[in-house]
């Protein structure tokens, strides 16, 4: 996403600045106008912000669990048997995230670093179980140097709604503009082969198709 983004809004036209913060962070501060926007938004769960037509893909959460666990997923009732370990103020799924409204069993990470702690935690049995987004899951593992056979994705979930850059409601006129750069630039990309290459260097299909 963040390669699409610097091709769209190139840095000789836009000052664009990325930052790495915790969620809770960008969503209050996109609703409040102290930043323009917010990746990977969705209407769902942000309804008030500005949003092109353009998405930027699609979420797949799973769980993870160490290498040779038992528990398998089998419903709602079987999450009440285990310690799960997730981002805090995400959405995934409405069966988990009815379990996780009862922060029972429920470890919650924040900050930046929050899914490397997650995965920590994990493999030192803090939590029996982590749900996350798989793609961002899986590079994270190799990011730590953690073998990836030592860690099972036991179930997926169905893939989430679309995700859209999700511009600030406090500045309408002007997030209307960027929403509307992003689509076209998005599509161009995506017409001329552009969008692909990216996508065939993270080995990702495009979600449009």
């Known amino acids: 996403i963040i390669e699409i983004l610097k091709k769209i ?4 036209a836009y000052d664009l600045q990325i930052q790495n913060r915790a969620w809770s962070w960008v969503i209050k501060s996109v609703e409040t106008g102290e930043i323009d926007a917010a990746i990977a938004a969705d209407h769902v769960n942000n309804p008030t912000f500005i949003f092109p037509t353009e998405s930027v893909g699609v979420q797949v959460f799973g769980l993870f669990v160490k290498k040779d666990t038992a528990w398998r997923y089998d ?3 079987s999450l009440g048997k285990i310690k799960l370990g997730c981002m805090q103020d995400y959405s995934y799924n409405p069966v988990v995230d009815a ?3 009862k922060k029972k069993g429920v470890y919650f990470m924040t900050g930046t670093d929050g899914l490397s702690r997650g995965i920590k935690m994990l ?3 803090r939590h029996d179980v982590f749900i996350g987004e798989v793609k961002v899951f899986q590079m994270k593992l190799h990011e730590l140097k953690i073998d990836p056979s030592d860690i099972e994705l036991i179930h997926t979930f169905p893939p989430s709604s679309p995700l859209h850059i999700g511009f600030s409601p406090a500045n309408p006129e002007q997030s209307k503009k960027w929403a509307l750069v992003f689509s076209k630039g998005i599509a161009a990309m995506r017409k001329n082969g ?3 290459k990216i996508l065939d260097r993270y080995k990702i299909k495009d979600w449009v198709e």
């Open 9 to 12: 809004f190139p840095e000789a």
């Open 75 to 77: 419903g709602k009732e």
């Open 99 to 101: 379990h996780i409204t």
């Open 123 to 125: 493999m030192n049995s």
């Open 194 to 196: 552009e969008l692909q």
